[in-house]
């Protein structure tokens, strides 16, 4: 089944523990990215990939890192978490990032305490 | 800078009646794509239509309409006698092709509720 996967979905952590959410899709999609969504503010983008080793930065990029080094995977590492970092993430892939529809992953529900 | 506003943070309306969605976008591109997307209770985000910045046909499918305006930048969605399963939140949707080829710009938000 095409699908694109987050692990974890629900993760309660507390402020500067370091933490990665993975992403992983099998689509053999060009383009990955990474959004955070908070109440009233819709999605907002972090990072975004055209491909792999190139990586962008989206509206949101600070506290944040991400790595491309397979076209599959997609990464977000947060070094040192805090409470503002509370929010649900969700990644998405699409075949090149342009004209394509998005298919996002299920969401990962973060709170940093 | 891209941007995308939906004016309508919450709509409601009681079912079959007819509904429409604002979204108004700014963009230095000539090229660009809109997209519209539901949120559903459940959580999951699904796309609903993608339109690009050369194609100014409005697009029917079922009961979903869109009307593509270039000279006002906007992109609204109707929804036309509405049932309580569209109760979700929509979200518009911009991509440039451009300087920021892949960045990606949601607007808010518009969460409708639909009642029985």
Not at chain 1, 40 to 51: A, D, H, P, T, V
Not at chain 2, 48 to 57: A, G, K, P, V, Y
Not at chain 2, 72 to 96: G, H, K, P, R
Request: glycine share 6%; aromatic share 12%; with cysteine.
């Amino acid at each position: 089944e095409a699908q694109v996967t987050q692990n974890p979905r629900y993760l309660i952590t507390v402020t500067g523990k370091k933490l990665t959410v993975t992403c992983s899709q099998n689509m053999n999609h060009e383009y990955m990215s990474w959004y955070r969504q908070d109440p009233g503010l819709g999605l907002r983008q972090i990072y975004y990939s055209m491909n792999v080793e190139v990586t962008d930065k989206g509206d949101v990029p600070e506290g944040y890192k991400v790595s491309r080094k397979e076209k599959r995977n997609f990464p977000l590492i947060l070094e040192s978490p805090s409470p503002n970092q509370t929010s649900l993430y969700f990644c998405a892939s699409s075949p090149t990032g342009l004209s394509d529809e998005q298919f996002f992953g299920p969401g990962t529900r973060l709170t940093v305490l | 800078a891209q941007k995308v506003t939906q004016a309508q943070t919450e709509i409601s309306v009681v079912e079959k009646e007819d509904v429409t969605l604002d979204c108004v976008y700014e963009t230095r591109d000539t090229t660009y794509y809109l997209f519209w997307y539901k949120q559903p209770p459940s959580g999951e985000l699904v796309f609903l239509i993608r339109r690009n910045s050369f194609d100014e046909q409005n697009e029917i499918s079922g009961r979903y309409s869109w009307n593509f305006q270039k000279s006002t930048s906007s992109f609204n969605f109707t929804i036309t006698a509405s049932q309580v399963v569209d109760s979700a939140v929509y979200f518009c949707a911009l991509i440039e092709v451009g300087t920021n080829a892949g960045k990606s710009t949601f607007g808010d938000g518009t969460t409708l509720t639909v009642k029985p």
